[in-house]
């Protein structure tokens, strides 16, 4: 299940994911400390065409709910498993690949726009 800002919810199948783009931005923290990273997680649900780009869900680390699918576990390696269970299941391509995300580098950028123009080009939808 999957639910929006704008609270619209609509059940998802696993095996409607064409591909999984995961990207690190900096989020602010408390008033003088240093920025933190936080883990965006992107399914691509249609790559659109000519005149409509790629059709994707942006979820935040925040919206995965990890500490109740993987209690006890640190927040990375929750994630980990998250991802390598949801990119098994789903047959969906990694981006930017399987080995890197494996790996645990996840690709970073400064916005959320520089992720979007890097893995989908300026005319992509976030849904």
Do not use: C, K
């Not at 639910?3 to 998802?12: F, M, N, Y």
């Not at 994911?17 to 990273?37: D, F, K, N, Y």
Request: charged share 20%; proline share 9%.
């Amino acid at each position: 299940m999957v639910e929006s800002q704008g609270g619209q919810r609509r059940s998802l199948s696993v095996t409607e994911v064409m591909a999984v783009a995961v990207g690190m931005l900096p989020i602010a923290g408390p008033e003088g400390a240093a920025p933190r990273q936080t883990v965006l997680t992107d399914l691509v649900v249609s790559w659109g065409d000519l005149e409509r780009g790629p059709t994707v869900l942006r979820i935040p680390a925040a919206g995965l709910g990890l500490p109740e699918r993987y209690p006890g576990l640190a927040p990375r390696e929750a994630y980990a498993r998250f991802l390598a269970a949801l990119l098994e299941h789903s047959s969906a391509n990694a981006l930017p690949d399987a080995p890197t995300l494996a790996e645990g580098r996840y690709p970073r950028f400064a916005t959320e726009g520089e992720l979007t123009a890097h893995y989908y080009g300026q005319g992509a939808a976030a849904a």
